[in-house]
């Protein structure tokens, strides 16, 4: 198809093409017998799309058909060929120089005025060929055009829709005449011509009137190099097949299946050819005129307003629309355009919903704008969070080990699986001989742990250092965590105390992953001490601490369980097991580069992303441990499963201090229950004025309030030992009660009361309180006992 | 690893009493603790006695602990024996026993030595 196209770029090819129509259309003719010249109907069209070569090629075919004939007057005959031909590139010239109101188009049917054009630029030709002519050839020609001019004019607008339709490159005038005369002298002269003509078909003359040929001839050859008023080069290519094309060209199929019919019905009743040339045209007119009257008119008028209200309107819209709309004053602009769109019915309706749109699509863009910069800043500050956060963890462990003459070497790793992570870990000196370690988890992720964890990393620092006891420190930690009452899921941590001179540690394991220890070179294993409550979970809850001896060379190795679950594809996690079987497997003895060997096997399990934050933090001490002579003890305790399994309740951790939280017991007031009470209280602290005191509170209670239960609190605190009695006895207070007298003689003696007088004299303090029907005795011992 | 780990049994509820006669003179050896869950068992050993002996020496060599409820005992024995003229002798006593004696003002009617 393409190169089909391309032919018609060729004027060879033009010029054969319309030799080639010609004499189709003179074999149709003599194949018909008619005395009609059917060859207007293509030369037209031919002549209109593809300009003078298609006129050559009608000269050559009627050159051609003469010598064949044979003519009466041969010269006459050539003459009035060309003379027909060059009458009709008035249409070709017509085209481009009137009638630009859209602007200078190749021939199209896209809106009224072109189907208009189109009309007038037939019917001026027509009518100087007729003026030129009449007078001195044969009726013939007259009644030869005006018959056939619809049929022309079908054919004209299937050419034209055909050349729209396939796109097929037509002819445009190529060179511009020079402006000899001001342009309205070519229109006077125009007018001038078709006005002659007129007289010269309606007011016969004889022979007189054949004179007035020259003038005619004339002013056609002078309008013939009327300058383009548009000039050549804005001619625009229009070959838009729009809906208006397929309007027309369906109204003209029907018009030429009518005119076909008007033809073979002149055909068979064969209308006299002997007529003047007033008549011929009246009696061909009227044919025409009944077509366009009855049929053409008023669909031109139905297209007329279909045009002016629905396709004229669309296409602006297009246009308006299909303009960049960046800002508020384009839009501005392009409302006043919109709104300028002359129309009022559904097209307003739809322009008013564009309108709207385009409103929101503005206010979206805006929208968008906003939140884009808004997530840049967030970008930005997180950033900047990250930064703050990796500067909160200690960098220069170097330097660390150095203040304490490298008794000890450590190793630390951290990751956030986003910018900020709720995992921490910190080293830090306590005073000269200690320095802390811990590792922990702010459950959850993101920006919520990473603050949990800031304040967690703080808090323990402090009271590390304020708090000689590991378990103190934390209990004051989750204390102060738990103050705050947000809804967190708890901070598991794992805080350790080495005393680097003599290697031991003592540590508090508050729901934090086991680590792993390595003793003796013997692997690393899992500590097995219990786990005692998350932080920041409940408050008041105790922790234990606990202690082991690390020699030269034994290893402490914390990690976060974003190390451990770490998942494969196949959602394994990374595990405890394969933790562990890394770090055996790792025989080199420097420790900078433990951390690195497994973080590349976590990596070589799982390629996919980091789903949670990762710590990993390593220690090992390296010397000094020959100070400490306590390697008999560490042979005693090697297993580790052996501390787990003592839950015999006589049993006492001697090493381990729960003295800092408080600890409640509830008992049946039965004097039975001493036993255990004193067992409770041995927990504390063993002190003879201590268990007098107990008991005496408790028999007391025992014999006399006649309560359901007994509660007994106590908490060990800076030497000082708290006893809460509380039952829901009678009430009675205890502090009101006088002291007897000395006695002076056995005679005098009361045999009771010596309890109370000994619990007070014993206690440092007492204060007695009855709150919602319960008697709460609250005793102060300061005991530096064990 | 090393945890040290050391289990210490509670001494209460352990109450051991010697009787000695030399002649009419009883001597009862007290060790342990004297407490309200014990104090009975040490009424009932004197009271089983009673009349057996023209004096009595109450030792506390090994005694740990005392509270009020012996205390009681002591009491109530005494003013039986100043009915009868008998002599009572407590012996031996820690310090911390001996506070306890102080404190209730016991030690002045009760021969401490």
């Given at each position: 198809?393409?190169?089909?196209?391309?032919?018609?770029?060729?004027?060879?090819?033009?010029?054969?093409?319309?030799?080639?129509?010609?004499?189709?259309?003179?074999?149709?003719?003599?194949?018909?017998?008619?005395?009609?010249?059917?060859?207007?109907?293509?030369?037209?069209?031919?002549?209109?799309?593809?300009?003078?070569?298609?006129?050559?090629?009608?000269?050559?075919?009627?050159?051609?058909?003469?010598?064949?004939?044979?003519?009466?007057?041969?010269?006459?005959?050539?003459?009035?060929?060309?003379?027909?031909?060059?009458?009709?590139?008035?249409?070709?010239?017509?085209?481009?120089?009137?009638?630009?109101?859209?602007?200078?188009?190749?021939?199209?049917?896209?809106?009224?005025?072109?189907?208009?054009?189109?009309?007038?630029?037939?019917?001026i030709p027509a009518i100087f060929v007729?003026?030129?002519?009449?007078?001195?050839?044969?009726?013939?020609?007259?009644?030869?055009?005006?018959?056939?001019?619809?049929?022309?004019?079908?054919?004209?607008?299937?050419?034209?829709?055909?050349?729209?339709?396939?796109?097929?490159?037509?002819?445009?005038?190529?060179?511009?005449?020079?402006?000899?005369?001001?342009?309205?002298?070519?229109?006077?002269?125009?007018?001038?011509?078709?006005?002659?003509?007129?007289?010269?078909?309606?007011?016969?003359?004889?022979?007189?009137?054949?004179?007035?040929?020259?003038?005619?001839?004339?002013?056609?050859?002078?309008?013939?190099?009327?300058?383009?008023?548009?000039?050549?080069?804005?001619?625009?290519?229009?070959?838009?097949?729009?809906?208006?094309?397929?309007?027309?060209?369906?109204?003209?199929?029907?018009?030429?299946?009518?005119?076909?019919?008007?033809?073979?019905?002149?055909?068979?009743?064969?209308?006299?050819?002997?007529?003047?040339?007033?008549?011929?045209?009246?009696?061909?007119?009227?044919?025409?005129?009944?077509?366009?009257?009855?049929?053409?008119?008023?669909?031109?008028?139905?297209?007329?307003?279909?045009?002016?209200?629905?396709?004229?309107?669309?296409?602006?819209?297009?246009?308006?629309?299909?303009?960049?709309?960046?800002?508020?004053?384009?839009?501005?602009?392009?409302?006043?355009?919109?709104k300028s769109i002359d129309t009022n019915?559904?097209?307003?309706?739809?322009?008013?919903?564009?309108?709207?749109?385009?409103?929101?699509?503005?206010?979206?863009?805006?929208?968008?704008?906003?939140?884009?910069?808004?997530?840049?800043?967030?970008?930005?500050?997180?950033?900047?969070?990250?930064?703050?956060?990796?500067?909160?963890?200690?960098?220069?462990?170097?330097?660390?080990?150095?203040?304490?003459?490298?008794?000890?070497?450590?190793?630390?790793?951290?990751?956030?699986?986003?910018?900020?992570?709720?995992?921490?870990?910190?080293?830090f000196q306590i005073d000269a001989e200690?320095?802390?370690?811990?590792?922990?988890?702010?459950?959850?992720?993101?920006?919520?742990?990473?603050?949990?964890?800031?304040?967690?990393?703080?808090?323990?620092?402090?009271?590390?250092?304020?708090?000689?006891?590991?378990?103190?420190?934390?209990?004051?930690?989750?204390?102060?965590?738990?103050?705050?009452?947000?809804?967190?899921?708890?901070?598991?941590?794992?805080?350790?105390?080495?005393?680097?001179?003599?290697?031991?540690?003592?540590?508090?394991?508050?729901?934090?992953?086991?680590?792993?220890?390595?003793?003796?070179?013997?692997?690393?294993?899992?500590?097995?001490?219990?786990?005692?409550?998350?932080?920041?979970?409940?408050?008041?809850?105790?922790?234990?601490?606990?202690?082991?001896?690390?020699?030269?060379?034994?290893?402490?190795?914390?990690?976060?369980?974003?190390?451990?679950?770490?998942?494969?594809?196949?959602?394994?996690?990374?595990?405890?097991?394969?933790?562990?079987?890394?770090?055996?497997?790792?025989?080199?003895?420097?420790?900078?580069?433990?951390?690195?060997?497994?973080?590349?096997?976590?990596?070589?399990?799982?390629?996919?992303?980091?789903?949670?934050?990762?710590?990993?933090?390593?220690?090992?001490?390296?010397?000094?441990?020959?100070?400490?002579?306590?390697?008999?003890?560490?042979?005693?305790?090697?297993?580790?499963?052996?501390?787990?399994?003592?839950?015999?309740?006589?049993?006492?951790?001697?090493?381990?201090?729960?003295?800092?939280?408080?600890?409640?017991?509830?008992?049946?007031?039965?004097?039975?229950?001493?036993?255990?009470?004193?067992?409770?209280?041995?927990?504390?602290?063993?002190?003879?004025?201590?268990?007098?005191?107990?008991?005496?509170?408790?028999?007391?209670?025992?014999?006399?309030?006649?309560?359901?239960?007994?509660?007994?609190?106590?908490?060990?605190?800076?030497?000082?030992?708290?006893?809460?009695?509380?039952?829901?006895?009678?009430?009675?207070?205890?502090?009101?009660?006088?002291?007897?007298?000395?006695?002076?003689?056995?005679?005098?003696?009361?045999?009771?009361?010596?309890?109370?007088?000994?619990?007070?004299?014993?206690?440092?303090?007492?204060?007695?309180?009855?709150?919602?029907?319960?008697?709460?005795?609250?005793?102060?011992?300061?005991?530096?006992?064990? | 690893?090393?945890?040290?780990?050391?289990?210490?049994?509670?001494?209460?509820?352990?109450?051991?009493?010697?009787?000695?006669?030399?002649?009419?003179?009883?001597?009862?050896?007290?060790?342990?603790?004297?407490?309200?869950?014990?104090?009975?068992?040490?009424?009932?050993?004197?009271?089983?006695?009673?009349?057996?002996?023209?004096?009595?020496?109450?030792?506390?060599?090994?005694?740990?602990?005392?509270?009020?409820?012996?205390?009681?005992?002591?009491?109530?024995?005494?003013?039986?024996?100043?009915?009868?003229?008998?002599?009572?002798?407590?012996?031996?006593?820690?310090?911390?026993?001996?506070?306890?004696?102080?404190?209730?003002?016991?030690?002045?009617?009760?021969?401490?030595?």
């Amino acid at each position: 198809m393409n190169r089909f196209k391309d032919l018609f770029k060729s004027n060879l090819f033009i010029l054969l093409f319309s030799i080639t129509l010609n004499v189709i259309l003179e074999l149709l003719g003599l194949f018909l017998q008619t005395e009609y010249d059917l060859v207007i109907i293509v030369i037209i069209p031919l002549i209109l799309l593809w300009g003078p070569i298609t006129g050559i090629g009608f000269c050559v075919v009627q050159f051609a058909a003469i010598l064949l004939n044979g003519s009466p007057d041969p010269l006459f005959s050539a003459i009035s060929v060309i003379l027909t031909m060059i009458l009709n590139l008035l249409v070709w010239k017509l085209w481009y120089s009137i009638m630009n109101r859209y602007g200078c188009e190749t021939p199209n049917i896209g809106n009224l005025y072109n189907i208009l054009k189109v009309l007038i630029i037939l019917f001026i030709p027509a009518i100087f060929v007729i003026g030129t002519f009449i007078g001195y050839t044969t009726e013939v020609v007259q009644t030869n055009i005006y018959s056939l001019m619809p049929i022309t004019l079908i054919s004209t607008i299937f050419f034209i829709y055909f050349v729209t339709r396939f796109k097929i490159p037509v002819y445009t005038p190529k060179k511009q005449f020079k402006q000899i005369l001001p342009k309205k002298i070519f229109s006077i002269l125009l007018a001038l011509g078709i006005a002659l003509c007129l007289i010269k078909i309606f007011m016969p003359m004889n022979n007189h009137q054949a004179v007035l040929s020259i003038p005619i001839v004339c002013i056609i050859l002078i309008y013939l190099i009327n300058p383009y008023d548009e000039g050549i080069s804005n001619i625009k290519e229009n070959y838009d097949l729009n809906l208006f094309n397929k309007a027309i060209i369906s109204i003209f199929f029907i018009l030429l299946v009518l005119t076909v019919f008007l033809q073979i019905h002149n055909y068979l009743f064969n209308t006299p050819i002997n007529q003047n040339g007033a008549e011929i045209l009246i009696s061909s007119f009227r044919n025409i005129m009944t077509l366009f009257i009855l049929f053409l008119m008023p669909t031109l008028i139905y297209l007329y307003i279909l045009e002016k209200n629905v396709i004229m309107p669309i296409n602006k819209l297009t246009k308006t629309m299909s303009r960049k709309i960046d800002s508020r004053e384009d839009y501005l602009k392009l409302e006043k355009d919109l709104k300028s769109i002359d129309t009022n019915n559904e097209i307003r309706t739809l322009v008013d919903s564009l309108l709207e749109l385009e409103d929101k699509y503005i206010k979206y863009g805006n929208d968008l704008m906003e939140v884009s910069s808004e997530k840049k800043r967030l970008e930005t500050e997180l950033k900047l969070a990250h930064d703050i956060q990796e500067s909160m963890t200690p960098k220069d462990s170097e330097e660390f080990c150095n203040r304490f003459e490298n008794r000890f070497e450590l190793d630390s790793f951290m990751e956030a699986a986003h910018e900020i992570g709720g995992n921490f870990y910190d080293y830090f000196q306590i005073d000269a001989e200690n320095i802390g370690f811990v590792i922990g988890d702010a459950s959850g992720r993101g920006i919520p742990a990473s603050l949990i964890m800031v304040k967690t990393i703080t808090l323990i620092q402090d009271f590390s250092r304020q708090y000689n006891d590991l378990s103190k420190a934390l209990y004051e930690v989750n204390n102060v965590l738990c103050e705050d009452h947000i809804e967190i899921n708890g901070v598991s941590c794992w805080l350790g105390k080495l005393n680097v001179k003599t290697g031991k540690v003592y540590f508090v394991n508050a729901g934090h992953n086991q680590p792993l220890v390595c003793l003796n070179v013997n692997g690393f294993e899992f500590m097995s001490t219990e786990q005692d409550n998350k932080l920041a979970s409940v408050e008041n809850i105790s922790f234990e601490t606990h202690t082991m001896q690390l020699n030269k060379n034994d290893e402490i190795f914390l990690y976060t369980n974003g190390i451990t679950k770490a998942e494969n594809e196949n959602l394994e996690p990374y595990g405890e097991e394969r933790l562990r079987e890394t770090l055996n497997r790792y025989d080199n003895n420097d420790l900078s580069s433990v951390i690195d060997f497994v973080k590349e096997d976590l990596d070589k399990f799982c390629d996919n992303d980091q789903k949670d934050d990762m710590t990993m933090f390593i220690i090992r001490m390296k010397g000094g441990i020959e100070d400490f002579d306590n390697i008999g003890d560490i042979e005693d305790v090697e297993n580790v499963e052996d501390v787990e399994n003592v839950e015999n309740p006589d049993a006492v951790e001697v090493d381990v201090k729960s003295y800092s939280a408080i600890k409640s017991i509830k008992f049946n007031p039965e004097i039975s229950e001493l036993i255990t009470l004193n067992e409770f209280i041995h927990n504390f602290v063993e002190d003879f004025q201590v268990d007098l005191i107990v008991e005496e509170v408790f028999a007391n209670i025992v014999d006399y309030s006649n309560c359901q239960y007994i509660i007994v609190n106590a908490q060990w605190e800076n030497d000082m030992l708290t006893l809460e009695f509380i039952d829901n006895g009678i009430e009675f207070n205890p502090l009101l009660k006088t002291d007897p007298e000395k006695p002076n003689s056995i005679e005098d003696t009361p045999i009771g009361g010596l309890g109370i007088v000994l619990t007070k004299e014993m206690s440092d303090e007492i204060e007695y309180d009855y709150v919602d029907g319960e008697n709460h005795l609250k005793i102060f011992k300061r005991t530096n006992s064990l | 690893m090393k945890v040290n780990i050391k289990s210490i049994k509670n001494k209460s509820d352990n109450m051991n009493i010697l009787k000695n006669y030399n002649e009419k003179e009883l001597t009862l050896s007290v060790e342990g603790r004297i407490d309200t869950l014990s104090s009975n068992e040490l009424e009932d050993a004197v009271n089983a006695e009673m009349g057996n002996f023209d004096s009595m020496i109450i030792d506390f060599k090994d005694l740990d602990y005392i509270s009020s409820a012996g205390l009681r005992v002591l009491i109530i024995t005494q003013k039986k024996l100043v009915q009868d003229n008998i002599p009572l002798v407590i012996k031996n006593a820690n310090e911390d026993v001996k506070s306890v004696f102080k404190t209730t003002g016991l030690n002045n009617i009760i021969n401490i030595e």
